[in-house]
């Protein structure tokens, strides 16, 4: 199902320059997007774009991490790691999502969340922790879509969903196998070893239930990976509206509690 490429390949291919991020899938899926700014507390973040638009005549509200792909552009968005009031932004479109029963699609692409000391004095941990409570009750159906690379808590802010779709060579995980190597063997060169032990694949996280589906990249244009991420969208929205929502939030509660379930 999947292709040969190595752990640490993968990883790589996460981290291209040439790979598509949020910004290109909603150009590309998402009819008449108006883009939405600011958190109401302190400014707006690059590395978030959010707004709200049609998804084939279904209103949506579309919350996607994006770095930019001009030198320019990745620094006025902080290459994609996204600050306290981009995850501020993300809630507060989340919350206006829930008020106006559309769907939440959300785009996942980012090495990590801003560890500047600017961003923690206004409260990074604070944010990520914040949308991860206020996601689990949501009352609007939530797709998370891994696009790129999908790093510790600055990831997980927006992971948290009723379905979660990962492409073929996007990856997925609490720390880069850099990050890793270097806190378990003192050298970040093992990085390889570590993207093994990391099981942060979409291979590997599909067969652990954390996601369930793999958008396969294999011999497909970006066009045509994201014609099949959007039928597989749209499927999921349809079967996630049809269901009260109760059922939509015990689901989402499941779904998270099975994690880690080896009986």
């Known amino acids: 199902m999947y292709n040969e490429k190595s752990s640490y390949e993968k990883v790589k291919a996460a981290r291209s320059n040439d790979r598509p991020m949020g ?52 620094m006025r968005r902080n290459f994609g790691c996204p600050s306290p009031e981009g995850y501020r932004k993300a809630l507060r479109l989340m919350k206006q999502a829930e008020k106006f029963s559309r769907p939440i699609i959300c785009f996942i692409g980012s090495s990590g969340a801003n560890c500047g ?47 979660a779709i990962m492409l073929e060579d996007a990856v997925y995980s609490v720390i880069s196998p850099e990050g890793c190597a270097s806190i378990l063997w003192k050298d970040s060169a093992k990085a390889p070893e570590a993207a093994d032990a990391l099981k942060l694949t979409a291979g590997d996280l599909y067969n652990f239930g954390i996601v369930e589906y793999v958008i396969e990249e294999k011999d497909r244009t970006a066009e045509e990976i994201c014609s099949a991420l959007k039928k597989c969208i749209k499927k999921e929205i349809a079967k996630k509206q049809a269901l009260t929502i109760d059922e939509l939030l015990d689901g989402r509660y499941n779904k998270f509690r099975k994690i880690g379930n080896c009986e």
């Open 23 to 74: 910004g290109f899938y909603i150009r590309n899926m998402i009819d008449d997007f108006i883009e939405l700014h600011g958190d109401r507390r302190f400014g707006d973040d690059g590395a978030i774009v959010s707004g709200v638009g049609y998804l084939d005549g279904i209103p949506v509200t579309v919350i996607a991490m994006e770095r930019g792909d001009s030198i320019e552009e990745r």
């Open 117 to 163: 000391i600017d961003a923690e004095k206004r409260g990074q941990g604070e944010a990520i922790a914040e949308n991860l409570v206020e996601m689990m009750g949501i009352k609007a159906p939530i797709v998370s879509v891994v696009v790129g690379e999908g790093g510790s808590g600055g990831a997980l802010a927006l992971g948290v969903c009723d379905t």
